[in-house]
């Protein structure tokens, strides 16, 4: 008696498929890499929440900067560690689109430590993803910011010491110092369970973009085999057993967004007409004039005083509500 045939691949159900956001290139990287896998998981999030088509990266120098081969969308790309100055721009400018960055840990550890900070001493509404594999990894496996003490690299083979050479940097905690850092959390991709959380924090992250609660980030412990010179497996039981001992797994921050000027959707009515250079402000001062004598109003740029004269379109100021009582003469 013959066995019924089994479905053919025609008629087969499809349990698991390339996202939308998938640019189905074939891999370029090392065996082991972990970049991949992160780039599969931003690429799910897009699809999951509907924002492909909305969405522009940005790409720092390094591996990373290759993340454009692999997903579909606009990508730019920039100087090294300047990919939160120019997401700034991007998301300030067209503040409906969904803006995140790609960086490895040799771009936003090192030249990238200004950019960094000040993104989320600022709160801007941006999501990084920040791919921390110990190394640098395009330019031949240096020692990065976050090499781990003992640990050896080309430019120290002796394993780094830190009377000389300092001690890592944990950058999600000390963003975490910051009132403008909303939501920290560490993952990584040893294994399907922390995949699976992985996948949560990427998702999560671009939510709280999408509802305008201010500056997210997800670091990722990500496996280099190839300039830890380790077999993949090896390099993802490192992980789990010695680089997560000094860059523990989990949520560093979780926290009620700062209320700043420029993540204000919707200003109130009596604000609207203040723009400058697309941006909106949300604090109207005294009048004044400007250096030709025009009547001006003095407006407070991301909520801090000082800021920058703005004419008022050219027409006489009549003073309102909210200015002073002593200023209405």
């Known amino acids: 008696m013959t066995a019924p045939a089994g479905p053919s691949l025609q008629t087969a159900p499809v349990v698991v498929q390339h996202p939308g956001s998938w640019a189905c290139a074939t891999t370029h990287y090392c065996p082991g890499c972990g970049h991949g896998l992160i780039h599969r998981l931003v690429a799910n999030a897009l699809d999951e929440l509907g924002v492909r088509?909305?969405?522009?990266?940005?790409a720092g120098v390094g591996c990373a900067i290759l993340i454009y081969n692999y997903l579909d969308v606009d990508f730019q790309e920039v100087p090294?560690?300047?990919?939160?100055?120019?997401?700034?721009?991007?998301?300030?400018?067209?503040?409906d689109l969904v803006v995140f960055t790609y960086q490895g840990d040799g771009d936003l550890a090192a030249i990238g430590t200004a950019e960094i900070v000040h993104a989320a001493a600022r709160s801007e509404n941006i999501t990084?993803?920040?791919?921390?594999?110990?190394v640098?990894?395009?330019?031949?496996?240096?020692?990065?910011?976050?090499?781990?003490?003992?640990?050896?690299?080309?430019?120290?083979?002796e394993g780094r010491d830190p009377t000389t050479q300092g001690h890592p940097i944990r950058v999600a905690e000390m963003l975490a110092t910051l009132d403008g850092a909303v939501y920290l959390e560490r993952v990584s991709v040893t294994h399907p369970e922390n995949i699976k959380v992985a996948y949560r924090a990427v998702r999560k992250a671009f939510t709280y973009q999408l509802e305008g609660k201010g500056?997210?980030?997800v670091e990722f412990l990500?496996?280099?085999?190839?300039?830890?010179?380790?077999?993949?497996?090896?390099?993802?039981?490192?992980?789990?057993e010695t680089v997560s001992?000094?860059?523990?797994?989990?949520?560093?921050?979780?926290?009620e967004p700062v209320h700043l000027a420029h993540l204000v959707q919707q200003p109130p009515t009596a604000f609207r007409e203040d723009y400058m250079h697309g941006f909106r402000y949300e604090?109207?001062?005294?009048?004044t004039e400007d250096e030709l004598g025009r009547r001006t109003r003095r407006v407070h740029p991301f909520g801090r005083r000082g800021g920058r004269w703005v004419s008022v379109d050219g027409e006489e100021y009549r003073p309102s509500d909210h200015d002073d009582a002593e200023d209405e003469d």
């Open 222 to 240: 990500s496996p280099c085999p190839t300039n830890w010179g380790m077999k993949p497996v090896d390099a993802m039981r490192w992980i789990d």
């Open 245 to 255: 001992a000094y860059y523990p797994l989990g949520v560093i921050k979780d926290r």
């Open 283 to 287: 604090t109207v001062t005294q009048a």
């Open 128 to 134: 990084v993803i920040y791919v921390n594999n110990c």
């Open 53 to 58: 088509e909305r969405t522009v990266g940005v």
């Open 215 to 217: 500056f997210s980030l």
């Open 80 to 95: 090294h560690g300047r990919a939160p100055a120019a997401a700034t721009g991007v998301k300030r400018a067209r503040p």
């Open 136 to 157: 640098y990894g395009m330019t031949g496996g240096q020692m990065a910011p976050t090499t781990l003490v003992g640990q050896r690299s080309e430019t120290s083979p």
